[in-house]
């Protein structure tokens, strides 16, 4: 699974030294490393429930990645214009969230952005300018909006074709989420989840604290630190630009710049998720108007020095030590 950002290059780390009697599970799956921190008194019951949540993890990728054959996702990718697809119901779930969210950020998180980074890469990855042409249908191929979902029948249709669907960008943050479903069903009440360095999310916080213990850092320089927050209920997703790379914005079909990083904090992860990669391409003022208009989102985002003379660090939203969800 790829991504329509490069968000492991900004870390959001866990610091839970002092927290007793918790386990610590790992597993890689979707290109990257999920963890699971749990607090439970029985380690052999901690383990069999993070081990069950590490296979949810995996079939979920078996779903959304772009490169399994016969994926829901892949089968996406290959549908004519106007035929109906049924869906799994996760995929059909995620589907719906991207499709809420580029519709709240007026395109800035799109999960059809594929067919515009295969113009701007060659087949090795390394960068390319396509031409106006190859730009321009590319653009016409671009656009949640060319999808459409029927929640009666659990289908998606295109309205043209072929549109790339490419769920890097919030995939990762919904199998968070649905882990965390996963351990409450196991009655596991006080966890921290995150799928690599990117997305993170509590659950109760660890007793006699005000959270889980995280650090935000500085993308180009790892011991500078941001921010400590301590999570509970609820999560936080970072995305960054990594040395001589750029973002596509699916807005213009062109590469953006202004922002070094961005963090979001949502009630949930596949929310956080999509959110850090909208606020890179999301305008100051817009990101401030959506934290404004959604009180339980925040936003923190470092500026380009060319953008900004003073602060280039900005928050949006109610960023506090503190961050625990009602």
């Known amino acids: ?72 996702v892949a089968r996406i990718n290959s549908l004519p214009a106007g035929e109906p697809l049924l869906l799994g119901l996760d995929t059909f779930e995620c589907l719906k969230i991207s499709a809420r969210i580029y519709a709240e950020t007026d395109g800035a998180f799109d999960i059809t952005i594929g067919s515009l980074l295969q113009c701007w890469r060659k087949d090795d990855g390394t960068p390319r300018t396509p031409s106006a042409e190859d730009l321009e249908l590319a653009r016409q191929r671009t656009g949640t909006h060319l999808l459409q ?85 609820a999560a936080l997703s970072g995305s960054g630009v990594q040395k001589g790379g750029h973002i596509i914005s699916p807005r213009t079909g062109r590469p953006t710049s202004g922002k070094l990083a961005a963090w979001s904090g949502a009630p949930d992860a596949a929310t956080a998720d999509a959110l850090s990669t909208a606020f890179m391409i999301m305008a100051p003022e817009e990101i401030r108007k959506y934290c404004s208009d959604h009180p339980d989102t925040r936003a923190m985002v470092i500026m380009n020095k060319r953008e900004v003379e003073k602060d280039k660090i900005l928050h949006f939203g109610t960023w506090k030590d503190s961050t625990c969800s009602a």
């Open 1 to 72: 699974m790829t991504e329509q950002r490069q968000n492991e290059t900004c870390y959001v780390r866990s610091d839970p030294s002092p927290i007793p009697g918790m386990k610590r599970f790992s597993h890689d799956a979707m290109a990257t490393t999920f963890e699971i921190l749990i607090v439970h008194e029985d380690e052999r019951y901690a383990r069999q429930a993070a081990a069950a949540a590490f296979a949810e993890v995996d079939r979920l990728e078996s779903e959304l990645s772009r490169y399994i054959e016969n994926s829901d």
């Open 149 to 233: 979902l029927d929640e009666t029948e659990h289908t998606v249709e295109l309205s043209v074709s072929p549109v790339q669907v490419d769920l890097g960008g919030i995939g990762k943050g919904f199998a968070v989420d649905r882990v965390a479903q996963l351990l409450r069903e196991w009655s596991i009440k006080i966890a921290l989840i995150s799928g690599g360095y990117s997305s993170v999310l509590a659950l109760e916080a660890p007793s006699g604290s005000d959270g889980w213990p995280l650090t935000l850092s500085h993308p180009a320089n790892r011991g500078q630190i941001l921010a400590r927050p301590h999570l509970c209920r």
